[in-house]
């Protein structure tokens, strides 16, 4: 995993001057977790998630049995492997939550250019592809070509797009609104959009919705009249994982402001530091669902924190 690729070296690297130990003194111990923690700072893992994981890892190191099956380095990345896994997942690892009712209600909330328009086409398809019958509902009215950008994904994904009418072109053209302009209302829209699915048969109703640059209250609160109009089954919080030490903030700002069910990291594919991403799930305590790792509609996987980890680790 590209974003990954030079914490997985630094790890590595950390384990390697343990291999040729037979038994592990404190300060062996101590030696690696200062440069686990290295690794996992220049990462940009947050601060207080390197606190809490390296002292997890120093403890249980410590206390570790003498073990037949495992030599001292063996034992210290299954310690590593495990923890890490707890930090991905916190101990949640689950499928989407549908609705016993259909339509099944998915909300898409991030920053402007997290990746949640390229998520609504790339989940429409892997739903699609499942059985279902996804419809995607053009809730971001704020961005101009927002509403345009979807149906090109939702055509492209074989996926329907329920779009408001007014101010959107047929030929394709950039038509929502001029910058900065809101026209038309983002609530309705939803709750129409919901609406058509329950009339037509939709079984799964993916909602894009505004970001802006940064986090801010006129879009919180937007998101949230959204929320409390349609109640959504999963609230999926899309974070670019190459955003850096402002992962943190913003997941936090958005879990406050809406209070998601699940989150969604994007642009795994790039060559940035991923680790602040990592932090995401450990500090809101939600788990990750989906993972994006590319452009193409294929570039998308369930979320399993265990695999991952190994992945980290590898
Ligand atoms: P939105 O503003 O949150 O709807 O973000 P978009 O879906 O428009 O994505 C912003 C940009 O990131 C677009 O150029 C996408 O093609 C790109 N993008 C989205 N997801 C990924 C991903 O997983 N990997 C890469 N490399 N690019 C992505």
Same mark, same amino acid.
């Given at each position: 995993m590209a974003a990954f690729s030079s914490l997985t070296d630094r790890l590595s690297n950390a384990?390697?001057?343990?291999?040729?130990? !037979?038994?592990?003194?404190?300060?062996?111990i101590d030696g690696t977790i200062r440069e686990i923690r290295r690794a996992l700072l220049d990462a940009d893992v947050?601060?207080?998630?390197?606190?809490?994981?390296?002292?997890?890892?120093?403890?249980r190191a410590l206390g570790t049995e003498v073990s037949e099956a495992l030599n001292p380095a063996q034992q210290v990345v299954k310690i590593v492997n495990e923890e890490l896994t707890d930090v991905l997942g916190r101990g949640v690892d689950r499928p989407l939550n549908f609705a016993k009712n259909p339509p099944t209600i998915i909300m898409l909330a991030g920053l402007q250019g997290a990746g949640k328009t390229t998520?609504? !086409?790339?989940? !429409?398809?892997w739903l699609k592809d499942s059985g279902h019958t996804p419809i995607l509902v053009a809730a971001d009215l704020q961005r101009p070509n927002a509403v345009t950008q979807l149906q090109v994904v939702g055509e492209r994904a074989g996926v329907p797009v329920y779009a408001p009418e007014k101010g959107v072109q047929s030929d394709g053209g950039d038509a929502v609104s001029a910058p900065g302009e809101t026209t038309g209302d983002p609530v309705k829209v939803a709750r129409d959009g919901v609406e058509?699915?329950?009339?037509? &048969?939709?079984?799964?109703?993916?909602i894009d919705t505004a970001g802006r640059l940064g986090v801010d209250e006129v879009l919180m609160k937007q998101a949230r009249d959204i929320r +409390?109009?349609?109640n959504p089954n999963e609230i999926l919080f899309v974070i670019d994982a190459m955003i850096g030490q402002d992962?943190?903030?913003?997941a936090k700002a958005f879990d406050e402001g809406v209070d998601f069910t699940g989150v969604v990291l994007s642009k795994l594919d790039g060559d940035a530091r991923g680790g602040a991403a990592l932090s995401v799930a450990s500090v809101t305590g939600k788990p990750i669902l989906f993972a994006s790792t590319g452009e193409g509609l294929k +570039?998308?996987?369930?979320?399993?924190?265990?695999? &991952?980890?190994?992945?980290?680790?590898?």
């Open positions: 384990f390697k001057n343990l291999r040729s130990k !037979g038994k592990l003194s404190e300060a062996d947050a601060l207080e998630v390197v606190r809490s994981f390296t002292a997890r890892i120093r403890e998520l609504a !086409g790339k989940l !429409g398809y058509l699915a329950r009339r037509k &048969m939709y079984d799964v109703v993916i +409390d109009a349609v992962a943190v903030q913003t +570039d998308f996987e369930v979320f399993h924190p265990d695999r &991952m980890a190994s992945r980290i680790l590898d």
